[in-house]
């Protein structure tokens, strides 16, 4: 059985439970700055936005964020975010490049 087979097999519970620690330590750690996810991993708090919109979540964009950042999105930006400098946008650009096509 290939990863991606075994990734789907996961019970609901343990996958929803994982996700759900996922996005408290996302909420807990807002020093990991979304530019920096982007740049290193390809992903951040908004992209997890709106794969549970994708998923089904039946509220907006807007609920969907507020969902996952703790608070509504524009109070997290201007109360945890910092402007993206030229090295991260860069970075980001270079890494999203690298994620697999939807």
């Known amino acids: 059985m290939n990863e991606q087979a075994r990734i789907d097999q996961l019970d609901d519970k343990i996958a929803a439970a994982a996700f759900r620690r996922l996005v408290r ?3 807990h750690r807002h020093d990991a700055q979304n530019i920096d996810l982007m740049g290193l991993a390809g992903f951040c708090r908004n992209c997890l936005a709106d794969w549970i919109l994708d998923a089904g979540f039946e509220g907006d964009k807007a609920q969907a964020r507020a969902l996952i950042h703790g608070m ?9 975010q910092s402007a993206a400098t030229p090295e991260q946008l860069a970075r980001m650009e270079q890494s999203v490049k690298k994620n697999a096509p939807e």
């Open 25 to 27: 330590h996302l909420q």
């Open 72 to 80: 509504p999105a524009d109070e997290w930006k201007t109360t945890r």
